[in-house]
Structure formats: structure tokens, C-alpha cells
């Protein structure tokens, strides 16, 4: 039978918004990150069967002690409990003290899963995509958008990053302060796509998931408190807020997206733009650039300006080009192509657009800011061929409507 709708919302919710919770609690007990999440998932579907009898008081609480429960079963099942002797008894003490006892607060330790999943011994790409998976709760197929790769691909990449960890005997540990330097900017980039995915989700019906946002930037105020004298830490959680500060005016009251340029600059959080600011002046004056300072001062010239006409965009055509010296990607240079554009540069802007074509074939964004610059161009054929593409490759409801909308106004 199956459950009832508002069941499945649910448990649907407590999935997407304690995973990362719950998974790292579950490392810490089981240093073991096939099984915790396989355990977290025969909690869930557990949930299925007993929550329509009654929700529990406390979700979290039930799924983490049904998940250990599970666990045990399967290190049973799979006749490693000799082995794992030590591992079964605290799981089992453990199950006794909640079964007697009100549920004590879950421990938090996404920290610890952050830096693990971020280890040297996996590659770069790896450590983000791990990361994603187990701690933001992203879908094998979100993460594959976030890389423009393919969901097969990427699902092989995973198990092969649990594989290593699992084999390399890995800790489930916060590293020493000596050791950060190794890990510190695979763990920003992973907080920074968990940011990207929320601002602009690649799948489930809405253009924006505001608990990812904010989750993002949970984590790096954590991470702000532990490093509390990083200029990059700063930067990246300037660029969060200041970025995350527009939410408000990014769908109109219909729902349909907005532009930036035709935002209700009234409706954005002035609280939350003027805390990035002043972080992102603290990390400048520590004088140690880096990728996510340049990125919070690209953020903050556009919410500084009181109106698209006042944005300062050969300001930001010069902070593009030192990006580039730190991320020479296809993006960067879509994104200094746009403030290149309007900064009246518009011949210069298509020829670059040209010149990074292939590399950014399926990237939604490339294909909307060219049919933009080509329809100001005069160029509406090719624009309206640009608008088409950008709309097959929109995963959004909202993004379709608002760039038909801009297709359909282009002049004949």
C-alpha cells in the first residue's frame, strides 16, 4: 500500500533537509559511507511503512536510531560482525540509551563529513561531488548538472570516491590546522555549489531552494568561526550574502522569473547585502586575493548600484580579467563577455561568445546571455535559434516562461 501523499512530503522533507545531518552522524558511528547511506535509506523506507500511523514527535531522532538498527542488520547479513565487534556494540548501546531515553540532540558533525569527503587522496572533482551527494543531499543527477557531465558518469565517479575511502582507511576527522591548506579550497568550492544549486536549481520544478542557500551559508559561517581569520572564508561567504541578499525580487508575484536588471531593487535584504559588504572589507584588507574575493566584489558592485544604468561595468570587465588569472574556464569568460557587452563593447562581446561556443554547447546560461546580445544586435533569426535552445535546456518551469516571454518580444 502506498503511503499518503502528505506521508511521502514528509519524509520527502526530513530527506532533503537532515540528510547531511543524519549521514554524518551515521559516519561517525560507522566510518563507512556506503553503509551509512544505505542504512539512512532502509530508515526511510521504514518511514514509509510505520509513519502513517502517526508522524513521530521527533523525525530526525527516529531515522538516525532506525538507520543504526538497519546498519546492524546489514553488518550481520554480510557476516562481517566479527570484524566490526566493536562497531556493533556501540551501535547497539546506543539503540538501547534512545530506545529508554528522550532523544538527545543529533551531534553535529557535517564538519567532519566535509573535510573526509574533501581528502587529498581523492581528485578535485571527486571531493566536490562527494561532498554534494552526502552532505547537501544533491541527486547523482543535480551534481551532474552542476558539472555538465552526464548522470551515468557521474554515479560512476561517486562509487569510485566511496571506494577509495573505504580502502585508503580515510578518518572521519576535522584535520589539523597544518593540514587545511590541502583541503580548504575543495571544501569552499563544495559550499559554493551547494549555493549555485540552491540559487538556481537544476531539477524539482522551482528556479530557486532557499534551504540550500541558506544551508551554504550556515556552513560557511561555521567555517567563518573555525577559521575565523581566512580572507577567502570571508570572501565566499560575502559573495553568499550578497548574492543571496536578491532572492526577494528573482520571481515576480506570479512566480515568473526577473532579471536583474528589471529587479525591484526595494524588495532586496539591505541587512544581508550590507553584512557581505563589510566582510567582504575584511578580507580585502588582509591583502591575500583569492578566486572568492574577486567573485564577492563582482557581487557587491552589482548590489551597490542603485540601478542597471549606474552597475559599473568596466569595473567588472577588469574583475573578470582577474578571475581568469585564477579560473581561465569557458563561464568566466561567458560571464566577462556579458560585462563586456555592457560595458558597449557588443562586437567584442559575440566574437568571445564564438570563440567558447563548443565548450559550453549544453550550458543553459550561454545559450540565454547569447540570444540577448544578438537580438540587441539586430540579429533576430539567429537570436530566436538561441532562445529556442536555451529553452530545451532550461530545467525550470519559471526560466522557460521568462525567456519565451523574451523571445516572443523580439522584433520582427
Same mark, same amino acid.
Given at each position: 500500500m502506498?503511503a499518503a501523499?502528505?506521508?511521502?512530503?514528509?519524509?520527502d522533507?526530513?530527506?532533503?533537509?537532515? $540528510?547531511?545531518?543524519?549521514?554524518?552522524?551515521l559516519m561517525?558511528?560507522?566510518?563507512?559511507?556506503?553503509l551509512?547511506?544505505?542504512?539512512?535509506?532502509?530508515? *526511510?523506507?521504514?518511514?514509509?511503512?510505520h509513519?502513517? $500511523?502517526?508522524?513521530?514527535?521527533?523525525p530526525?531522532a527516529?531515522?538516525?536510531?532506525?538507520?543504526?538498527r538497519?546498519?546492524?542488520?546489514?553488518?550481520?547479513?554480510?557476516?562481517?560482525?566479527?570484524?566490526?565487534?566493536?562497531?556493533?556494540?556501540?551501535?547497539?548501546?546506543?539503540?538501547? +540509551?534512545?530506545?529508554?531515553?528522550?532523544?538527545?540532540?543529533?551531534?553535529d558533525?557535517?564538519?567532519?563529513?566535509?573535510?573526509?569527503c574533501?581528502?587529498p587522496?581523492? !581528485?578535485?572533482?571527486?571531493?566536490?561531488?562527494?561532498?554534494l551527494?552526502?552532505l #547537501?543531499?544533491?541527486?547523482?543527477?543535480?551534481?551532474a548538472?552542476?558539472?555538465?557531465d552526464?548522470?551515468?558518469?557521474?554515479?560512476?565517479?561517486?562509487s569510485?570516491?566511496?571506494r577509495k575511502?573505504?580502502? /585508503? #582507511?580515510?578518518?572521519?576527522?576535522?584535520?589539523?590546522?597544518?593540514?587545511w591548506?590541502q583541503?580548504?579550497?575543495?571544501?569552499?568550492?563544495?559550499?559554493?555549489?551547494?549555493?549555485?544549486? #540552491?540559487?538556481?536549481?537544476?531539477?524539482? #520544478?522551482k528556479l +530557486?531552494?532557499?534551504? *540550500?542557500?541558506?544551508?551554504a551559508i550556515?556552513?560557511?559561517?561555521?567555517?567563518?568561526?573555525?577559521?575565523?581569520?581566512?580572507a577567502?572564508? &570571508?570572501?565566499l561567504?560575502?559573495?553568499?550574502?550578497?548574492?543571496?541578499?536578491?532572492?526577494s525580487?528573482?520571481?515576480?508575484?506570479a512566480?515568473a522569473?526577473?532579471?536583474?536588471?528589471?529587479q525591484d531593487?526595494?524588495?532586496?535584504?539591505?541587512?544581508?547585502?550590507? !553584512?557581505?559588504?563589510?566582510?567582504?572589507?575584511r578580507?580585502?584588507?588582509?591583502?591575500?586575493?583569492?578566486?572568492?574575493?574577486?567573485?564577492?566584489?563582482?557581487s557587491?558592485?552589482?548590489?551597490?548600484?542603485?540601478?542597471? &544604468?549606474?552597475t559599473?561595468?568596466r569595473?567588472?570587465?577588469?574583475?573578470?580579467?582577474?578571475l581568469l588569472?585564477?579560473?581561465?574556464?569557458?563561464?568566466?569568460?561567458?560571464?566577462?563577455?556579458?560585462?563586456?557587452?555592457?560595458?558597449?563593447?557588443?562586437?567584442?562581446?559575440?566574437?568571445? *561568445?564564438?570563440?567558447?561556443?563548443?565548450?559550453?554547447?549544453?550550458?543553459?546560461p550561454?545559450?540565454a546571455a547569447?540570444?540577448?546580445l544578438?537580438?540587441?544586435?539586430?540579429?533576430w533569426?539567429?537570436a530566436q535559434?538561441?532562445? $529556442?535552445?536555451?529553452i /530545451?535546456?532550461?530545467?525550470s518551469?519559471? &526560466?522557460?516562461?521568462?525567456?519565451?516571454?523574451r523571445?516572443?518580444?523580439?522584433?520582427k
Open positions: 502506498e501523499p502528505g506521508i511521502t512530503a514528509a519524509i522533507s526530513v530527506a532533503r533537509e537532515d $540528510r547531511g545531518r543524519l549521514l554524518a552522524a561517525a558511528a560507522l566510518q563507512d559511507f556506503q551509512a547511506e544505505d542504512a539512512l535509506q532502509d530508515a *526511510l523506507e521504514a518511514a514509509l511503512v509513519w502513517p $500511523r502517526g508522524i513521530p514527535t521527533d530526525r527516529w531515522l538516525l536510531r532506525v538507520a543504526r538497519k546498519a546492524i542488520d546489514r553488518i550481520r547479513k554480510a557476516g562481517r560482525w566479527r570484524d566490526r565487534a566493536e562497531d556493533l556494540a556501540a551501535l547497539a548501546a546506543a539503540d538501547q +540509551v534512545a530506545a529508554s531515553e528522550p532523544p538527545p540532540e543529533i551531534p558533525e557535517r564538519l567532519r563529513l566535509i573535510f573526509t574533501c581528502h587522496a581523492l !581528485e578535485p572533482k571527486s571531493r566536490v561531488a562527494l561532498t551527494r552526502m #547537501g543531499g544533491l541527486t547523482t543527477g543535480e551534481i548538472a552542476a558539472f555538465l552526464r548522470e551515468e558518469t557521474m554515479g560512476q565517479r561517486l569510485r570516491a566511496k575511502i573505504a580502502k /585508503a #582507511g580515510i578518518p572521519f576527522v576535522v584535520p589539523a590546522p597544518e593540514d591548506s583541503r580548504l579550497n575543495s571544501v569552499l568550492t563544495v559550499i559554493y555549489l551547494i549555493f549555485n544549486e #540552491g540559487y538556481r536549481a537544476s531539477s524539482g #520544478g +530557486v531552494r532557499v534551504d *540550500l542557500c541558506d544551508e550556515w556552513l560557511a559561517r561555521m567555517l567563518d568561526g573555525l577559521v575565523p581569520d581566512d577567502e572564508v &570571508e570572501g561567504l560575502s559573495l553568499m550574502l550578497t548574492t543571496h541578499a536578491r532572492r525580487a528573482r520571481l515576480d508575484d512566480g522569473m526577473v532579471a536583474l536588471d528589471d531593487r526595494g524588495l532586496w535584504d539591505r541587512g544581508m547585502l550590507a !553584512e557581505g559588504l563589510e566582510l567582504l572589507d578580507a580585502l584588507a588582509r591583502r591575500a586575493p583569492g578566486p572568492f574575493q574577486i567573485k564577492a566584489a563582482i557587491a558592485l552589482h548590489g551597490q548600484a542603485d540601478s542597471p &544604468e549606474t559599473d561595468w569595473q567588472l570587465v577588469l574583475l573578470y580579467d582577474a588569472a585564477h579560473e581561465a574556464t569557458a563561464v568566466v569568460r561567458l560571464n566577462r563577455a556579458v560585462a563586456l557587452a555592457e560595458a558597449g563593447g557588443l562586437a567584442a562581446c559575440l566574437r568571445a *561568445l564564438d570563440a567558447i561556443r563548443v565548450e559550453l554547447e549544453d550550458y543553459q550561454y545559450h547569447r540570444a540577448d544578438l537580438a540587441r544586435s539586430g540579429q533569426a539567429a535559434d538561441a532562445y $529556442r535552445m536555451a /530545451a535546456l532550461s530545467r518551469g519559471q &526560466e522557460r516562461r521568462f525567456l519565451q516571454r523571445m516572443n518580444g523580439l522584433s
